[in-house]
């Protein structure tokens, strides 16, 4: 069996995600190539049943465990994969016959594993696609965390941590929001083309085009006649994909043209080219990651939008020490350059000098928001995740207010809501750096969005299931002069 089959390039892709635990569309990167070798319908096809296997596993490894003579502790873990891609065709996919997606997923155990394992897959599908929808859900009233976590397909100790902040029915709304296929939303680069005109161009390779309620500069669509990179419009550098909440969190970030502004944790750039086109291309724009191919990749993608005020540097914040040394390896900066740095040995770097007059810190975070886009994300946190990065959280935004000049602004952004990595993080610094205050004063920003997305203390905060946007939390605070 050839990676040429749909189904069976959905499970390569899934068992190396399980591997690698790398994300998701990271992994699906890796096999582009096979990818491209696939008819739309077959590509479509692919892509539904990756998608899906993640985020119904809750539900169907609970039916698995109801066929299944073996727990599911105990199976290989690509063993597993091919059960939950074959049941995930018998239970969420109208048009594929149960026999067709029972035959299938046996052919494919038999070129992966033995025949003994084939028997046994056939076993439990065959079995599973007789009796699944006779079969009992957990009681709602004397276990709602259980059901959710059950009929919603999340895990159970999220599911607890939600019901006991939002309730029964908010909670349910969430989950089922979460596991909605979102649409494509994308940012216009104003740089080059204004989103009346991409939104135009649009209409001929992708359906139900239309503008984001809240970003200024944003256009959602579904259906692209091509992969999103490989359409007209994308390779002339006219958009980034972007969600519209991380297209807010650069509005509250609010740079001008001629400010000199750093992108603290750049990852591959979203932000900092919506904030060099919020410049309009003037000024100054550094942008700072540990990982140095991210920021490869962020310098091409700046080519890419005809941004040229970004320059970047690796190194991690929380060493805070961007210093020149004669020898050292593990950070380089560029575009153009390549000047080494190691630990604070020699004077600062001049872009850092001075300090900024705004620094964003869009922080690592759990991504507990966007799950809806990166289903895969729900099995491999933990609450000890929240906790963790809780910490980092804190450590990296006090090390970030540094680089802020007096009378300067500081955003703080994640992609999760929970309170851990929110306002409990903001609680934190204010206390510890009582030099800044939340920044009230961006009066174009407050006024857009206070009455729906901004509470009274200034923080920002979405959830995917009342804005149709992804989760996101931001704060913008001021140093005082």
Known sequence: MTAENPRYLSFLVLSENEKTRAPLDRTINNYEDRFHCLSKRDRALANAVIFGVLRYRGKLDWIISKFSNKKISSLDPEILYLIRIGLFQIVFLDKIPVSAAVNT???????????????????????????????????????PAFFISVEKSIPLWLSRRWLKRFRLNKTLKLCDAVNEIPLIMVRSNTIKISREKLAGELENQAEKVRFTKYAEDGISFSKPACAVHEIKTFKKGYFQVQDEAAQIVSSILDPKPGEK???????LGGKTGHIAQLMKN???????????GKLFSLEKEMERLD?????TIQMDILNFCPFVSDGGENVSHGRKENIKFTSCRKPL?????????????????????????????????????????????????IKAADFVKPGGVLVYSVCSCEPEENEEVIDFFLEKKPDFSINLNNARIYDQFNKTMISKKGFFKTYPDNFEMDGFFAVSMKRKK
């Open 307 to 311: 941004v040229s005020i970004v320059s």
């Open 349 to 397: 770097d001049p872009l850092f000098k001075g300090g900024f007059d705004r620094v964003l810190l869009d922080a690592p975070c759990t991504g507990l928001g966007v799950l809806r886009r990166n289903p895969d994300s729900k099995w491999t946190r933990s609450f000890q995740d929240v906790k963790r990065l809780a910490e980092k959280q804190k450590a990296m935004l």
């Open 282 to 292: 003037k000024g100054s724009v550094t942008a700072v990651d540990i990982d140095k």
């Open 261 to 267: 502004i750093l992108d603290a944790c750049a990852g």
């Open 105 to 143: 997923t046996v052919e494919m155990a038999k070129n992966v594993s033995n025949r003994w394992t084939a028997g046994f897959v056939n076993a439990v599908l065959r079995k599973a696609g007789k009796g699944y929808l006779n079969l009992a859900l957990p009681d709602i009233k004397k276990d």
